[in-house]
């Protein structure tokens, strides 16, 4: 593992990130399964995405390391009906060069404190299946396999498996459904 990043804040973007949270969401559209996104974004795009996230209450974070951005995260809606309304879309994103390094847990637990704070229930990461350094982050914070799409989205020339993680903030009883074998048989 490298080096954590020393003098890490992690703090609520703002506008003036969104240049930088740009840069850094682009190079893994054009890089990494990270996102099923395949056509960069511009800059009008990112804006309209973040004010979407303010007016709907969702934090968005920077990691800010030697006076630059070099991660961020953010919660949204989960699905748009209003009974989803207590979940919430996890997404993390660090800079190339700076994964690895403790960057993405410290975002993490960001946003988990935010969506505890916030009443939130359950969050929900949608990670590609292949990316195992994303699947053990999420479960150092206690995340479980709610479910596995296979081939559930098409980049790179190949499908990509979506793996959905989940963590209950507040569990409450009855305590799991049934097994996924027996949802809907009778």
Do not use: C
């Amino acid at each position: 593992m490298k080096q954590e990043v020393q003098d890490l804040t992690i703090r609520p973007a703002t506008e003036a990130d969104l240049p930088a949270i740009l840069e850094i969401y682009n190079e893994a559209i054009v890089n990494s399964t990270a996102t099923a996104d395949e056509d960069p974004q511009n800059l009008e795009q990112r804006a309209d995405w973040f004010r979407a996230r303010q007016e709907a209450g969702y934090p968005v974070f920077v990691a800010e390391g030697a006076g630059a951005v070099i991660g961020w995260s953010a919660l949204s809606a989960f699905r748009p009906h209003s009974g989803y309304r207590f979940t919430a879309e996890v997404s993390v994103y660090i800079a190339a060069g700076h994964r690895g390094r403790g960057i993405g847990a410290r975002l993490l637990a960001a946003l988990i404190d935010a969506a505890r704070s916030r009443g939130l229930h359950t969050l929900v990461s949608v990670i590609d299946g292949s990316n195992m350094a994303s699947v053990r982050l999420h479960r150092r914070f206690g995340f479980q396999l709610a479910g596995n799409v296979r081939q559930a989205y098409h980049k790179f020339g190949r499908w990509h498996d979506a793996v959905y993680l989940q963590l209950l903030l507040d569990p409450e009883e009855p305590g799991p459904g049934p097994a996924y074998g027996q949802v809907g048989d009778r």
